[in-house]
């Protein structure tokens, strides 16, 4: 478990915590998750899920998949009374880092063209907007705007700049 702030803490999520991120989950998205789908996202060797907890409580959740030094986050929701708070940012920052010390060289995302809180969170933390998927979303036939983050693209150049010499 990681300390964070005061009383804020994020750790790995367990088959426990599933009946706190349903709630969540339902608050949060129009075709929420199942039970079932987190289940075996947690049995996944690729899956990562954490949960962050205020005073011990499920407040929010993230996920991502590591793959070919890429990480690809799945999900990431907070309560609903928990907004606003910066809990999203810790949570993202908590990914970011994880995946850095993973060795990961890139981050991608998809989010929702209308999630322009999310979307001005992503840039904040250095994602670019890559792309479009067009009727993403199934159940509201939204597009979404496909975000991705690079690590140590100047290491990426100065290496190739002596390969070059």
């Known amino acids: 478990m990681e300390e964070v702030n005061n009383g804020v803490s994020i750790r790995f999520m367990k088959k426990g915590d599933i009946e706190e991120i349903m709630l969540i989950e339902q608050c949060s998205f129009p075709a929420p998750w199942s039970a079932k789908a987190f289940l075996s996202e947690l049995q996944n060797k690729f899956a990562r899920y954490f949960v962050l907890l205020e005073q011990g409580k499920v407040v929010g959740y993230a996920g ?7 990480s690809h986050i799945t999900t990431i929701a907070i309560h609903p009374n928990y ?6 940012r810790m949570l993202m920052n908590f990914l970011i880092d994880y995946s850095r010390e993973e060795g990961v060289d890139t981050m991608i995302l998809e989010v929702r063209i209308s999630n322009i809180p999310a979307i001005k969170l992503y840039s904040s933390l250095g994602f670019k907007k890559i792309g479009i998927r067009k009727n993403y979303y199934l159940e509201t036939h939204e597009d979404a705007i496909v975000m991705l983050r ?7 150049r100065g290496e190739d700049e002596k390969v070059a010499d």
């Open 64 to 70: 991502m998949w590591l793959f070919a030094r890429e």
């Open 83 to 88: 907004r606003n708070q910066g809990y999203g």
């Open 150 to 156: 690079k690590f140590n693209e100047e290491n990426c």
